[in-house]
């Protein structure tokens, strides 16, 4: 998983290397190499910082019992992908049932990551109201792509979209994020929505 | 990063740093996952392998002791293994011809008791509760009237009742709280038969969540599946027809794009959704 996608938009970068897995990885791994990336698709799907942290719970819940169904052969972000989705549908309709479970029992989390520098913190907070402001579709395509680095037929397989719309979305949410760069250059500095 | 957090670059970089659980959420989501692995570890282990190499040996004891008792004819054609209307036949073929074939049926019927026993005993796969370890595992490898193995075993006259089975099978695995996680895991089957070319057994599975999960709460995704496996499987006028319902239903649906360019013949527009 070491590629990414911030290279040119050209076929030829995009899907000329895929990444396979020779073996079924463990749920330690599995959990340590994409918890980060779970959480952030839940995000992309419009579930808020205080509850992706559940999502990601019953995420990795399902992979603990269905690891065994995964072939190594495909793509396990795609994989990752289609669980988190199905987990937060599910959670869209049934969202009373489970709805704050662990922050009414519990105290709310600790600030996250306390230890961030506040530029970053506020770097960050930038491109989340970036995302915010995409549209669904762009959001996960930018998201797959170019924040967690999977390929273009990696994220056709999650999607299941074609190629040719992976690349136009992904252009596209480029070009956005581009003229956003410009416009936080452009205003003055300001303190953003700390998620 | 620090010189110009506003570029492109650095956001992405410090969005990737920032945007997960935190250290501490993290330790508490592991404690969790590795709590209901040392829950569930014990359970296949007692469960799934038990009974059938318990019969295989029965089997094979009884086969055994029915070869050297030089009844292994007799019992193994006529009780276990043969129908009795061919013991009837055999019979009816007389004591000459029974006399010299005997030894030779006799072996053969052993073998095939032996391989049947080894096999893990075919008899118990019409009994679908082998399933894995797991109880999240509502849709077991099972064969359905298309596989070419189980073809021949399957009677015909049975499809309702395994059907029944199965639906029932997939509402007896789900316990309550697991019941909308096993209901994703089904449609995730059935997504999965899909991607693998196969979307006769997607219909398939699709088929049997909509029955045992009839009230349940990813009808709007099953749908979509649906769409999808009945144009793969070469269907699209009704691809196309249950897109349209689907569009109707469920017109802001993430599965839009998807369900109208599942049949492409009917629905021409790629993809409405990218818009510089």
């Keep these: 998983m070491s590629k990414t996608l911030d290279t040119p938009l050209t076929s030829a970068g995009f899907a000329a290397e895929s990444v396979v897995e020779c073996s079924a990885p463990s749920l330690r791994e599995v959990f340590a190499r994409h918890l980060g990336t779970v959480w952030r698709i839940a995000r992309a799907f419009g579930v808020p910082a205080d509850e992706a942290d559940d999502v990601a719970q019953e995420v990795f819940l399902v992979v603990h019992r269905r690891l065994h169904t995964f072939q190594p052969s495909r793509s396990l972000p795609a994989w990752l992908f289609g669980i988190t989705r199905n987990v937060v549908l599910m959670r869209r309709r049934a969202h009373t049932r489970r709805e704050r479970r662990l922050s009414a029992v519990e105290p709310p989390p600790p600030p996250r990551e306390p230890e961030a520098s506040l530029e970053l913190r506020q770097a960050a907070a930038f491109m989340q109201e970036f995302l915010d402001g995409l549209d669904e579709d762009k959001r996960l395509v930018f998201l797959l792509a170019d924040i967690e680095g999977l390929t273009a037929s990696e994220i056709a397989e999650a999607l299941e979209i074609p190629l040719g719309t992976v690349f136009s979305r992904l252009r596209a949410a480029r070009l956005k994020l581009e003229q956003f760069s410009q416009r936080l250059r452009a205003r003055p500095v300001r303190r953003p929505h700390d998620r | 990063m620090t010189d110009e957090p506003t570029s492109s670059r650095a956001l992405i ?27 569930a570890s014990p359970r296949p282990r007692r469960r799934s392998p038990s009974l059938a190499p318990w019969l295989a040996v029965a089997a094979a004891l009884l086969l055994l002791a029915a070869w050297q008792l030089d009844l ?42 032996a391989t049947s026993a080894t096999a893990g005993a075919p008899g118990q796969v019409l009994h679908p509760s082998p399933t894995g370890p797991r109880p999240l595992v509502v849709v077991p490898p099972r064969p359905r009237p298309a596989a070419p193995k189980t073809a021949g075993p399957r ?51 699709l088929d049997r969540h909509a029955a045992s999960f009839a009230g349940g709460g990813l009808a709007e995704e099953r749908q979509a599946l649906r769409v999808q496996a009945l144009c793969a499987a070469g269907d699209p006028a009704r691809g196309a027809s249950e897109a349209a319902a689907f569009l109707r239903a469920y017109p802001r649906s993430t599965y839009a794009a998807r369900v109208a360019d599942a049949c492409p013949k009917e629905h021409a527009q790629k993809d409405t959704s990218k818009i510089p």
Excluded: I
């Excluded at chain 2, 501490?24 to 692995?37: N, P």
């Design chain 2, 155 to 205: 009677r015909g006259s049975q499809a309702p009742a395994s059907e029944r089975e199965a639906v029932e099978e997939d509402a007896a695995v789900v316990d309550d709280g697991d019941r909308m996680l096993a209901e994703m895991a089904l449609l995730q089957e059935a997504r999965a038969a899909l991607r693998a070319g196969q979307p006769a057994a997607a219909l398939d599975l």
């Design chain 2, 72 to 113: 292994a004819g007799n019992f193994v054609s006529g009780h276990v293994l043969k129908d009795m209307r061919e013991q009837a036949e055999y019979d009816a073929a007389g004591p000459g011809s029974r006399a010299a074939t005997a030894r030779d049926e006799s072996a053969g019927a052993a073998d095939d008791a």
């Design chain 2, 13 to 39: 970089a410090a969005y990737k740093a920032c945007a997960r659980p935190s250290a501490a959420a993290e330790a508490q989501l592991w404690a969790s996952l590795a709590a209901a692995e040392r829950a």
